[in-house]
């Protein structure tokens, strides 16, 4: 199963110089991505992949526009979302993949974790404002999913920064006077959301470099437990160093390990493809969940 994902820059298992596979993690403009979900399938057709997730924060706005583009282009297209959820006061980001569009509740927590986001953008912009000229708000389509990103894009424009990474560097950054949480999900709660509405939960990033702490293995097990069906070993932001206890554990507790970029068009360094999850992982997730398209 491990073998089975190929991670083309920064990999942590054997590179499999192969065509293909699924980026099953990016971002459009939905959320805090740069590309279009149009533009998002273009790209993955033209670089070859036999199809991916487009999984914006907290919303499923740009689902229509990706699953069109890539019927047309012949592209499997998996509906995802990237929940952002706490747990014992770490940060955390959870895949939801092929949720039920009617599900009542998970479509509910969402919209409010969406005006929670604006609120949230909002304010840290009134707090920015007192030191930093950034013009006027443009209006926010319905259904994006805003955020720092945002805020960054506006200091970067107004010519405070250079690009979103030095914005995030500063005044963005958490314990910063002009940085305000996001109220995000238990991640336990939301596991059990996702699989009420049909879906299968992949643990995003659990050991990314930016996070206060790694994910313990303890932790694991008790998301395992609630549902949790796979964990993002192969992520461009995983620390190295942190992943064979969670790597171990993913393989005694059956985990899918899936592989996936976190695409953000010109918004991160990501690129598109560069961790992909292969075949018989992602036909595992499609055949588990009631959306699969
Ligand atoms: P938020 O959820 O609004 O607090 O914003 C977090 C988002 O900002 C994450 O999803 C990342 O994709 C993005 N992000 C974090 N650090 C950076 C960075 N250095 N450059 C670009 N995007 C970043
Ligand atoms: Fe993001
Ligand atoms: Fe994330
Ligand atoms: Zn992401």
Redesign the pocket.
């Known amino acids: 199963m491990l073998q089975e994902g190929l991670c083309l820059s920064r990999g942590y298992y054997e590179k499999m110089d192969s065509p293909g596979g699924f980026d099953l993690h990016t ?1 459009s403009t939905c959320s ?1 991505g740069t590309a279009t979900p149009r533009e998002i399938a273009f790209l993955a057709h033209k670089i070859g992949l036999a199809g991916f997730s487009l999984s914006d ?1 907290d919303t499923v706005a740009g689902w229509g526009e990706a699953r069109a583009a890539c019927k047309q282009l012949g592209l499997e297209f998996l509906p995802g979302i990237e929940i ?1 959820t706490v747990h014992a006061g770490v940060s955390q980001h959870l895949l939801a993949y092929g949720t039920r569009e009617a599900d009542a509740r998970l479509y509910e927590e969402l919209r409010r974790l969406v005006s929670r ?1 604006a609120a949230r953008t909002q304010k840290m912009r009134v707090l920015l404002q007192r030191d930093f000229n950034l013009g006027r708000l443009d209006d926010t389509p319905v259904g994006q999913s805003t ?3 945002h805020l ?1 894009d506006a200091l970067v424009r107004a010519g405070y920064f250079r690009d ?2 030095a914005a ?2 500063g005044p963005l950054k958490p314990g910063s006077p002009y940085y305000i949480p ?1 109220q995000a999900l238990e991640t336990v709660h939301a596991i059990e959301l996702v699989r009420e509405a049909g879906g299968v939960s992949v643990l995003a990033h659990p050991v990314a470099y ?1 996070m206060k702490r790694p994910t313990t293995v303890t932790e694991l097990r008790q998301f395992a437990r609630h549902g949790l069906v796979g964990v993002e070993l192969e992520h461009p932001e995983n620390r190295e160093a942190w992943l064979p206890p969670l790597s171990e554990e993913a393989k005694r507790l059956g985990l899918i390990v899936t592989g996936a970029s ?1 695409f ?1 068009g010109a ?2 360094e990501n690129v598109l493809g560069e961790c992909k999850t292969g075949f018989y992982s992602f036909n595992r997730i499609r055949e588990m969940v009631e959306n699969p398209s």
């Open positions: 971002h805090d924060h952002t986001r955020g720092r990103p960054a979103r990474t995030f560097a996001v930016r976190d953000h918004g991160k």
